[in-house]
């Protein structure tokens, strides 16, 4: 059972964002209570005013603000949520090989994850400027990767750790949304 953070969280996002929807995931798996606030979009980018920048220099979302902590980046925020509030250590394990693999699939997930599925429906569905087609492209390739490779990652998480771990969350937002923009 997790205890509850003495200090409330609050998450800047909005809910057809995919990389606020991983840090959701996290909060909700561990039971974690948070308030969101919703930044909004003005033409294909987050409209945000130089309070919000003081936090987050990226203009982006999500950003969380734990206290004094604020942190943005879906990856920092996620290996933080794990780090401070499981104790059981089963999102984000302290052996070696398991944070090596946990990374790199989150790497994978800031790189073909975004310049493909993310920057698609991004393009199609918010009208972020980028050539669609290219994105789809790379969405197809970064697919038939995951396809190819998470089955070991996968059976490697049930050979090792029998709870998942944050490999769980990062590819979430995406196999839902990329049919759906
Ligand atoms: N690498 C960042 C990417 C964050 C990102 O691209 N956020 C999108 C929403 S999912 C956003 O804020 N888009 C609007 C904008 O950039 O103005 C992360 O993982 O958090």
Request: proline content about 7%; charged content about 20%.
């Amino acid at each position: 059972m997790h205890q509850a953070p003495e200090i409330k969280l609050q998450l800047y996002d909005r809910l057809t964002s995919g990389n606020s929807y991983k840090v959701r995931l996290l909060l909700s798996f561990l039971d974690i209570p948070y308030e969101t606030i919703d930044v909004p979009l003005e033409n294909g980018r987050n409209k945000v005013d130089d309070a919000y920048l003081a936090l987050n220099p990226r203009g982006q979302i999500p950003t969380l603000v734990h206290g004094d902590v604020v942190l943005w980046g879906s990856t920092a925020i996620l290996a933080y949520l794990a780090s401070q509030f499981d104790a059981a250590k089963t999102w984000l394990p302290p052996q070696p090989v398991a944070i090596g693999r946990i990374m790199q699939w989150l790497e994978f997930a800031q790189n073909e994850v975004t310049s493909g599925l993310f920057r698609a429906r991004a393009i199609r569905r918010f009208g972020y400027l980028g050539d669609l087609e290219q994105a789809s492209r790379d969405g197809i390739k970064g697919l038939r990767c995951l396809t190819a490779h998470s089955g070991s990652a996968t059976g490697w998480e049930r050979r090792i750790r029998p709870s998942p771990t944050l490999l769980a969350s990062p590819m979430q937002p995406w196999r839902p949304k990329a049919d759906s923009t």
